[in-house]
């Protein structure tokens, strides 16, 4: 009885080795983009112990190029640092990438998937996307954005003139509805304070064209300088540096290699928008490489929004739909508070000079660490 289990086990063995072998043999061997040597079962994990993602993303980028190939544990992750193969891939190839993956955190806070954010690509989804935009518009057009913003921030702005001490900006920043602008913000207010100049640049704009009437859209398009320096900080820090990976839909290509089905991608949109091929020193915060003019110097205005190489909101199928409404928000709330005060900086939480490192994460975003402002009233 015994021989003969053993030989069953035998045969059995024998079978599976033959199978997987075979597999291996004739399995569909991919040219996959290169990366860093990787372990069974664990990946890359390991290469993350003491070192930022931002950091390690940044390092295998110049290590290995636009698309990078990792594991997370057994699962395949592929990595875009370059925009021209981010337009590739969301444009041209956009059903293969437009479904996230599902993972607990999302759909706790989609309430199982059904929002937009964690819906699958499809009919339902384009539905959605379709109906909600539309309304966005529709907000848009009148002037309730701008009196529910001007209503909102007065308050604020006499509890901050009240603030005897030091005090850390974000207590404050709940008057931006989603996590995205809120930590736009919190980067916003560190750029204002490390960079005084560019405040007071911002303040003569806003005297200039808004004086002390409430910022509407009649304004906006002559705040050039203003919504500069927003597009500037989102650019040089940005709130959501790989937002969340797609689950790769269908065998496919990237960048010249070939993807399997059921591989992760992300896409790296931080190191994009420091690419010097698009961004001449790249860590230089320069707001004016957003403006252009005439020759005689006459007319000023933004460069498009539609920079090659600036993707704050992601492009393709899924890119955010509260794009214009986040940015005239956002330019509302720092015109409304420049008016009235002149923030200065006071500390870090932990050192005496601005420091713009990445600190915590929210759902998929990231702030700057704590820091301290001070602040004075322009009347
Ligand atoms: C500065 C502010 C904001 C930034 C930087 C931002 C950025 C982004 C990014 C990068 C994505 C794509 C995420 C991905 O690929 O997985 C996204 C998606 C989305 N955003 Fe925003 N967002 C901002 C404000 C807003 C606001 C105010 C709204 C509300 C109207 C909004 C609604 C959405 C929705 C519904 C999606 C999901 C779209 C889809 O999955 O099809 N966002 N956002």
């Not at 043999?25 to 993602?53: C, E, H, M, Q, W």
């Not at 907000?139 to 003139?161: A, C, F, H, S, W």
Request: aromatic letters at 12%; charged letters at 25%; one cysteine or more.
């Amino acid at each position: 009885m015994a021989e003969q289990l053993s030989v069953t086990t035998k045969v059995i063995v024998a079978v599976i080795v033959i199978v997987v072998v075979t597999r291996w043999i004739t399995r569909k061997r991919y040219k996959l983009p290169p990366g860093p040597r990787s372990l069974p079962l664990l990946g890359n994990i390991l290469d993350f112990k003491g070192a930022s993602v931002v950091d390690k993303f940044d390092e295998w980028t110049k290590t290995y190029g636009p698309v990078v190939t990792c594991y997370l544990g057994p699962k395949r992750l592929i990595i875009v640092n370059d925009f021209d193969v981010m337009y590739e891939v969301f444009t041209r190839k956009g059903s293969d990438f437009s479904t996230k993956l599902s993972t607990y955190s999302i759909e706790l806070v989609t309430d199982g998937f059904k929002s937009i954010f964690g819906a699958p690509y499809g009919d339902m989804l384009n539905y959605q996307r379709k109906i909600t935009s539309r309304a966005i518009r529709q907000y848009l057009t009148g002037d309730q954005l701008e009196q529910r913003v001007y209503e909102t921030l007065q308050p604020i702005i006499e509890n901050m003139k009240q603030e005897s001490a030091a005090f850390n900006p974000h207590r404050y920043l709940s008057l931006a509805g989603v996590d995205t602008s809120r930590h736009t913000l919190d980067w916003l207010f560190l750029v204002l304070v490390a960079y005084p100049d560019v405040q007071k640049k911002m303040q003569e704009e806003i005297d200039r064209v808004v004086g002390d009437a409430v910022p509407g859209k009649e304004h906006r398009s002559k705040l050039v300088y203003n919504e500069a320096v927003l597009m500037e900080t989102m650019r040089l820090y940005y709130v959501a540096p790989f937002a969340v990976p797609r689950v790769v839909q269908r065998d496919t290509t990237v960048g010249g290699y070939e993807i399997p089905a059921k591989s992760l991608l992300l896409t790296n949109n931080l190191t994009m928008m420091r690419d010097p091929k698009f961004w001449p020193e790249p860590f230089e915060f320069r707001p004016e490489r957003f403006i252009s003019s005439n020759e005689d110097g006459t007319e000023i205005k933004l460069a498009s929004y539609r920079h090659e190489g600036w993707a704050p909101f992601q492009i393709g199928h899924r890119n955010c739909i509260g794009e214009s409404l986040a940015k005239l928000e956002l330019v509302y709330v720092i015109t409304g508070l420049l008016q009235k005060l002149t923030f200065s900086f006071a500390r870090m939480e932990d050192g005496e000079t601005p420091c713009f490192d990445y600190g915590t994460s929210g759902f998929a975003t990231m702030t700057p660490k704590p820091y301290y402002v001070k602040v004075t009233s322009r009347s």
